[in-house]
Every structure is written in C-alpha cells, then in structure tokens.
C-alpha cells in the first residue's frame, strides 16, 4: 500500500497569516497521463470531509482561491494564503493512484 | 439538490452484521461509483472500497475483504455496504462519498455512526 506522511500533524494559526502543509508519498504519484493523483481533504468539526483541491492544485468548485496545491512525484504541498477562522479541521491528502485509496494521518489546524 | 443522504446510527452487538444506506439526489444515480469509508472515533479516514451503479462491480480494500459486501438498488436508486462478524474495531463513522472518476471524491453523505458494544 502506498504510505502517505503529512506534516506538521499540529498547526495552530495567527489569523491573516500563510499555512503550509506537507505531503510525501512513499512512491511516486504521476501516472503515465501525466496527473499526479494526489487530492486534499478538509474535515471540519463535527462534519463530513470536503474535497479542497483534486489532482495536486485544482480547486473543487467553491474552494476560495487562497487555497493551493502544487507538488509531483513524491512531495506535496497545501497553501493557504491567509488563514481565516472558518478554515480550522484537520487537513488530509489522499492518494488515488491504485486502490487501496490511502489517506494521511491529518493535520489539525487552529487558530492561535 | 446535490446531496447523499446516509441511513441512522446503528448499536450492534459483537458478531452481528450492519447494513448502511447512502442514497443520491440531483444528480444521475448511474453517472458516478460509489465508495465507502471509515473513521474510527479520533482516527484518521479508511477508504473500503467502491461499488459500481451499472453493473454493481466492485473493489473491496483487502483489511475489509470477506467481511465487507457493498450492494446498489437501481429500482431505489440507492447504495448499499454490509459489515458481518462486528467487533468494537467496527465502532465508527462510515461515510459513502460519490467518486468524481479520478478527479476525488466531490459529494459525501452525513455519515452514520455504527457503535458496537456488548
């Protein structure tokens, strides 16, 4: 199975400033279609997961545009430009490359 | 409106089977695989597999392999996934979303919380 590792796993946040979350695989995410199929996932309090960004750094419809995704391979990267109350949860990238569809472990971002 | 509308919470005893309902709306229910999740209480997310809604072929996550049984009604338009041989590990949130091909998944159900207990 492949391994997802994020870090930090702990993010307490000053509203306004940037947020910066990291994702390594344990092999490499580009399939021969030249997408690496690596999503990211937002769950809330006490709410359902929500797609944030699909294939590294496309935004699923309605994510703000401080959020962004970039990486290839086997690193990946979640920005947000200026963190805001309503973006506390836990934050979690996903493989889709081959089944089983594996997660990491989350990063719980708050605000400070 | 675009939702998946999940069954109610479940208490099972050790041994037992659990049968969770995950039905769409505003959309076309043949258009999109259906996958089935898990969250243990402060536990990160499982994925256990998918279940397709024309054909009813599936994919199972090896853990769950023997145990795990996902199902589609084209007459209801609504997804089905059975757990057999409950243990208190089954204890948790399980949550259908729909899958957006290889694009993630875009729409999740509410979820249902299955608590297994003597």
């Known amino acids: 199975d492949i391994v997802l590792t994020q870090s930090p796993l702990s993010l307490p946040v000053t509203p306004g400033e940037p947020a910066s979350i990291s994702c390594r695989s344990s092999?490499?995410?580009?399939?021969?279609?030249?997408?690496?199929?690596l999503h990211w996932y937002l769950q809330k309090p006490g709410q359902s997961p929500q797609l944030l960004i699909h294939?590294?750094?496309n935004r699923a419809s309605g994510v703000p545009d401080r959020f962004s995704g970039s990486g290839s391979g086997t690193e990946y990267t979640l920005k947000i430009r200026r963190v805001q109350a309503e973006d506390v949860g836990v934050y979690y990238c996903?493989?889709?490359?081959?089944?089983?569809?594996?997660f990491g472990q989350g990063t719980k971002l708050d605000i400070k | 409106q675009v939702q998946l509308v999940q069954s109610g919470p479940e208490v099972k005893k050790p041994g037992a089977s659990v049968k969770v309902s995950c039905k769409p709306s505003?959309?076309?229910?043949?258009?999109?695989?259906m996958n089935w999740f898990r969250q243990a209480p402060g536990q990160g997310l499982k994925w256990m597999g998918w279940v397709g809604p024309k054909r009813g072929d599936t994919i199972y996550a090896q853990n769950f392999q023997g145990r795990v049984t996902m199902t589609r009604d084209t007459s209801t338009r609504t997804f089905y996934m059975e757990l057999r041989g409950l243990t208190s590990g089954d204890t948790a949130v399980y949550y259908c979303?729909?899958?957006?091909?290889?694009?993630?998944?875009?729409?999740w159900g509410q979820g249902t919380t299955v608590t297994v207990s003597s």
């Open positions: 996903m493989q889709a490359l081959q089944a089983p569809y594996t």
């Open positions: 979303a729909r899958d957006w091909a290889y694009r993630g998944f875009d729409l």
């Open positions: 294939l590294t750094s």
């Open positions: 092999q490499s995410l580009l399939d021969t279609t030249g997408n690496n199929y």
């Open positions: 505003g959309y076309t229910f043949t258009d999109y695989h």
